[in-house]
């Protein structure tokens, strides 16, 4: 599926984190960026405060929303979960693919009878886990080769992509061909704090790289000037600013 497509328009590769704790704080941020130059995330923090109200009145306000809740279960559980979350009409889903194949698949068909199903999209491994980290919980491989061997298990359980950092984005784009989705946090403009970011990218850098959508949150949320900072950001991506 083409990002295109499935995004439903061109240029709206910026995808804002409304990582908020209060719903009203989440709406006020949305009502000052425009549908037309960004898409939004909502995590598991804000969701569950503000639950599928919250989801549908951004809708309402032509948002794509990306519901970031990360569902990792036995496959008849994820499979109901991403069921109800497509019924919502949001534009993006994510399950973790450490779920395995069955978990993944059971997610896909669950989408089959929706005429405009959600982009279903995998979580390799947490960029948050160091090799020590993924050593004690069983996983000995170098973690980039995990991640590679997540993602190929991911495209060919039928999901549309992974999210990733975007320093593992070039690799999953040689690997995987055009036509799987890399959606890439740890995104940083030039002169922008990092915050608890590891290892981040610039947006240019990042579309280089191979990503298909920018996540960004505080660089964006947290600035004097939130739309003057969007702007900013697709500008150095090469999106037009007049809509
Ligand atoms: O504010 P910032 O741009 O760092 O926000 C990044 C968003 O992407 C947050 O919602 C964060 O939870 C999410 N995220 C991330 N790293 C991952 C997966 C998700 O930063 N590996």
Not at 29 to 44: H, I, S, W, Y
Not at 123 to 150: F, I, K, Y
Not at 170 to 180: K, V
Request: with cysteine; hydrophobic share 45%; aromatic share 4%.
């Amino acid at each position: 599926m083409s990002a295109e497509r499935a995004g439903g328009g061109a240029g709206r590769r910026i995808i804002v984190a409304l990582d908020y704790p209060e719903p009203g704080q989440a709406l006020r941020m949305a009502e000052r960026l425009n549908p037309a130059a960004c898409r939004l995330k909502v995590g598991k923090e804000l969701f569950t405060r503000g639950g599928p109200a919250l989801v549908e009145q951004l809708m309402t306000r032509n948002f794509s929303v990306f519901l970031d809740l990360k569902f990792h279960d036995i496959p008849n559980t994820v499979a109901a979960a991403c069921k109800a979350a497509a019924a919502l009409g949001v534009w993006m889903i994510n399950v973790h693919t450490q779920g395995g194949r069955r978990m993944m698949e059971a997610a896909r068909a669950s989408l089959a009878g929706f005429q405009h199903p959600p982009l279903l999209i995998g979580v390799t491994v947490l960029t948050s886990m160091n090799a020590q980290e993924l050593r004690e919980v069983g996983h000995l491989e170098p973690p980039q080769m995990l991640v590679q061997r997540l993602a190929r298990l991911a495209r060919d359980s039928g999901l549309d992509g992974v999210v990733c950092s975007a320093q593992e984005a070039s690799m999953l784009r040689t690997a995987q061909g055009p036509d799987f989705l890399l959606v890439t946090p740890g995104i940083r403009p030039t002169g922008a704090p990092s915050d608890d970011q590891q290892r981040v990218m610039t947006p240019p850098q990042a579309i280089a790289a191979g990503s298909d959508y920018l996540v960004i949150g505080r660089p964006i949320t947290g600035a004097a000037d939130p739309l003057m900072a969007l702007a900013d950001i697709r500008r150095s991506i090469g999106e037009k600013n007049a809509d």
